[in-house]
């Protein structure tokens, strides 16, 4: 717990938003995915904040596939998923129950680089409705600046209630060259 003093007023107990710490993870080794444990008992709802770099492949879609509790295996249909770069209007994504992964990035230079803060609601639950939404920008790397939002989840009443264990992260094709995250839990 940090300490901070506001308007002059006595010492305050801050708590980070109600966020707890769960991983922190940073590789500069070439990847081609990375599977991220949200099986926390004490957590509904989660926040992932990620800095990663591809390889030279071209035209790749950053993706995340989710792992529901009892499965041996990432889901890689059933999803759905929207999205819209923001600085043009003809970049657009509207897969309603067709997608293979969630978005988090539309085809970009893979070995650009990318921010990107994952707000994953109701994953950690069998009672709440799950979804994502992210904001991924694009900096410098490979003379590119962007911005994207994001949203999606399971698409239709079978799964969309289903308790999310892991996730799965990386692109549509060729390796990360690095990745740095910290994962927090919320409520």
Known sequence: ?????????????????????????????????RDISVDYSA??????I??????SSSNVDGKMTWKRAGQGSFDTS?????????DADANHLNLNGTASYLHWTLPQASNRGFTVDFWLN??????QGNAMSCITNG?????????????????????ATDRV???????????MTALHYTLYGMG
């Open 165 to 175: 264990t892991d996730l799965q992260i990386g692109f549509s094709s060729g390796n």
């Open 122 to 127: 109701g994953i950690g639950s069998s009672s």
């Open 139 to 159: 900096y410098g790397l490979n003379n590119g600046v962007f911005s994207y939002v994001f949203g999606g989840s399971y698409y239709g009443a079978t799964n």
């Open 50 to 55: 990620l800095n990663v770099v591809g390889d």
């Open 78 to 86: 059933g999803y759905g998923a929207q999205g819209i770069l923001l």
């Open 1 to 33: 717990m940090a300490l901070t003093k506001l308007n002059n007023q006595s010492l305050t107990a801050v708590t980070n938003l109600g966020m707890t710490k769960l991983e922190a993870f940073s590789s500069t080794s070439s990847i081609s995915s």
């Open 43 to 48: 957590h509904t709802n989660f926040r992932l």
